[in-house]
Every structure is written in C-alpha cells, then in structure tokens.
Nanobody, 124 residues
Framework: QVQLVESGGGLVQAGGSLRLSCAASLGTFSRYTMGWFRQAPGKEREFVAAISWSGGGSTNYADSVKGRFTISRDNAKNTVYLQMSSLKSEDTAVYYC????????????????WGQGTQVTVSS
C-alpha cells in the first residue's frame, strides 16, 4: 500500500526554521520524484520544491522559497525532507508531500501519490 506520511510541522516565529519530513512507502523509492506543495486558507495548492529521482537528485524551487528552503532525500530511509529557514508569515500553509515516478515536474496534477499534509504556522 502506497503511503506518504508528513511530519515536522508546527508553530514557529517569523525568521525561524522548521524541517519537514515525509516517510514514503512506495516500493522502489529511488524511482520517484518527490515534491512538496502547500495550500494556504482560501488559496490554491502551490508548488514549493521538488527533487528528482535520478541524476544526483536535481532540485527545483518556487521563486518564493529559493534561498530559504532546501529539499533533500535519503533513499536509504525512503524519506524526503524540506528544510525551511527564514520563515515568513506568508509561508503559513498546510504542506503536502507528493510522489510521481521518474520525470521532475512542478505541476501538482502530475503527481500521483499524496500525503495527508502537515500544518506550518508562522507567527509575525
């Protein structure tokens, strides 16, 4: 059974840091591109970051998080991480982990598997 389980969300002050984790039960984890998305109240889900399944794990970031967030993966642990620093109030959202086989994309519709989400709240 495919399962993605996020953890690490919480309440943090502006300027602080959080690290999100996503533990995956996907079979061959290394074949999957992993992405992070977020959805704030009243807004559409948006792309945050993605890390490819191969090629050394190339990464893509939304412009709004470049230089502040870092996505990484540990294939031995079937886990993807999102290190978030210099957090801003506008980063407040439910963060979702997602997976798709092979090619990297920023389009949420291309991802097949999704976690349940973890809330991140940044207080100003």
């Amino acid at each position: 059974q495919v399962q993605l389980v996020e953890s690490g969300g919480g309440l943090v002050q502006a300027g602080g840091s959080l690290r999100l984790s996503c533990a995956a039960s996907l079979g061959t984890f290394s074949r999957y591109t992993m992405g992070w998305f977020r959805q704030a109240p009243g807004k559409e889900r948006e792309f945050v970051a993605a890390i490819s399944w191969s090629g050394g794990g190339s990464t893509n970031y939304a412009d709004s998080v470049k230089g502040r967030f870092t996505i990484s993966r540990d294939n031995a642990k079937n886990t993807v991480y999102l290190q978030m620093s210099s957090l801003k109030s506008e980063d407040t959202a439910v963060y979702y982990c997602a997976a798709k086989q092979f090619g990297t994309t920023m389009l949420s519709n291309d991802y097949v598997y999704w976690g349940q989400g973890t809330q991140v709240t940044v207080s100003s």
